[in-house]
């Protein structure tokens, strides 16, 4: 950790201790009562449900791009609850070691799994174009280049197949830049 590293785990302690001005009573059935409207926005989330049709409708090995873990998981929670029985999948994220990585990355490259689910590690470096063709990126990377490497990561020398990729773009604001 570096200094400014530090005082920011530093402050973000700090604020999660403060007092709420709630009973202890009365801010725990605020937290169960937000993290239950989490949870039904995570289930009716229209680029989550787009995702999982879409592959529902194929059996195409793809790789499906996030910008953040917690899409990650939401994805993946989606996908393991309606495609259990059809499609399985790996995930690939900086929060693992590298036997973890190494091992989604084999389970994807043999075939074992359908789906590959990652963040931008996964954006560098990966040939996968033996295994797959379809890239989709569930959120805009912030530069335009990361979405050249993400499809770069399936269409290069030695893919025998014309390369797709999806860009989600949701119809709120925040995403219509």
């Given at each position: 950790f570096d200094d400014s590293?530090?005082?920011?785990?530093?402050?973000?302690?700090?604020?999660?201790?403060?007092?709420?001005?709630?009973?202890?009573?009365?801010?725990?059935?605020?937290l169960r009562r937000l993290r239950i409207l989490t949870a039904a926005a995570v289930r009716h989330e229209s680029k989550v449900r787009h995702v999982v049709e879409l592959l529902r409708r194929t059996r195409e090995p793809v790789l499906v791009f996030t910008e953040f873990c917690d899409s990650l998981t939401a994805l993946k929670s989606a996908i393991e609850r309606t495609l259990s029985s059809q499609r399985r999948l790996a995930v690939l994220h900086g929060g693992q070691s590298s036997v973890?990585?190494?091992?989604?990355?084999?389970?994807?490259?043999?075939?074992?799994?359908?789906?590959?689910?990652?963040?931008?590690?996964?954006?560098?470096?990966?040939?996968?174009?033996?295994?797959?063709?379809?890239?989709?990126?569930?959120?805009?990377?912030?530069?335009?280049a990361r979405i050249e490497q993400r499809i770069g990561r399936v269409d290069r020398i030695g893919q025998a197949r014309l390369v797709h990729a999806s860009l989600l773009v949701a119809a709120h604001p925040a995403e219509q830049g």
């Open positions: 590293t530090e005082a920011r785990a530093d402050d973000d302690c700090a604020g999660l201790t403060l007092d709420s001005g709630l009973s202890a009573g009365a801010e725990r059935a605020w973890e990585r190494a091992y989604a990355l084999e389970t994807f490259q043999r075939g074992d799994v359908s789906i590959l689910l990652a963040t931008d590690v996964a954006s560098q470096g990966l040939n996968l174009q033996q295994q797959a063709r379809w890239v989709i990126s569930f959120e805009l990377p912030w530069m335009p």
